[in-house]
């Protein structure tokens, strides 16, 4: 009777701590009851970067073609300035996917900010004019974008802001796939480096640091 009771508290404790009860049969016909701990779950890393929508990534296609931007690096842009939400607004009153300021949105005739086609059409030239009035200077024309031509000019590089040495950080991050990028931190400015705009064998845009070869 005692060794009934043993094995029963044996198999209660067991089952209260989760474990699966199995039964062994030994060579003299007697029954060994063990237990298997529980399997946990498998640890998953949930944390994704956020996507944008067919809609948005098509239109993303079709302005970056016609501002002769690489998608990948409009693509960065609108992930960091809105996560591709249509209707962000910042508390500086910046607008939509590529956070318009009223004063750029003005610029490009812009009806409705928060039009994910008049946005990111307005987005893409305003970063297009950027590259071009920095001589093709990727860092410098991010910088801009965050911080404004104007304190470029100023400080002759990237402005020592913190909010935009990460801004543009956090954009190369994702445009280079680079998780390691970051800016020189001895240099209170640091210019930017010289990129070039080409196309692949497959007729792709692909803006690169590295010179194209000449004939």
Not at 13 to 38: F, H, V, W
Not at 48 to 57: G, K
Not at 105 to 134: C, K, M, Q
Not at 137 to 142: D, G, N, P, R, S
Request: with cysteine; charged share 25%; proline share 8%.
């Amino acid at each position: 009777m005692r060794s009934g009771r043993f094995w029963i508290a044996i198999f209660l404790c067991a089952t209260a701590s989760g474990a699966q009860i199995k039964t062994k049969i030994l060579e003299d016909g007697s029954r060994m009851l063990y237990n298997d701990p529980p399997r946990r779950p498998a640890v998953t890393n949930t944390r994704t970067s956020p996507r944008p929508s067919a809609e948005i990534d098509e239109l993303i296609e079709i302005h970056s073609e016609r501002a002769r931007l690489e998608p990948r690096l409009v693509r960065a842009v609108v992930e960091v300035e809105s996560g591709f939400r249509p209707q962000a607004l910042s508390h500086k009153g910046a607008m939509g996917l590529m956070q318009l300021m009223p004063d750029t949105a003005d610029r490009y005739a812009v009806v409705d900010p928060y039009s994910p086609d008049e946005n990111i059409g307005a987005g893409t030239l305003y970063l297009r004019w950027l590259l071009d009035e920095f001589g093709g200077e990727l860092e410098l024309a991010l910088a801009g974008y965050n911080a404004g031509p104007t304190a470029v000019r100023q400080f002759g590089g990237i402005p020592p802001y913190p909010e935009t040495m990460a801004y543009v950080e956090r954009v190369l991050r994702i445009y280079l796939d680079e998780p390691g990028y970051s800016l020189d931190g001895s240099r209170q400015v640091r210019l930017g480096r010289k990129t070039y705009l080409t196309r692949d064998a497959s007729g792709q845009l692909v803006m690169t640091t590295t010179p194209p070869a000449t004939d």
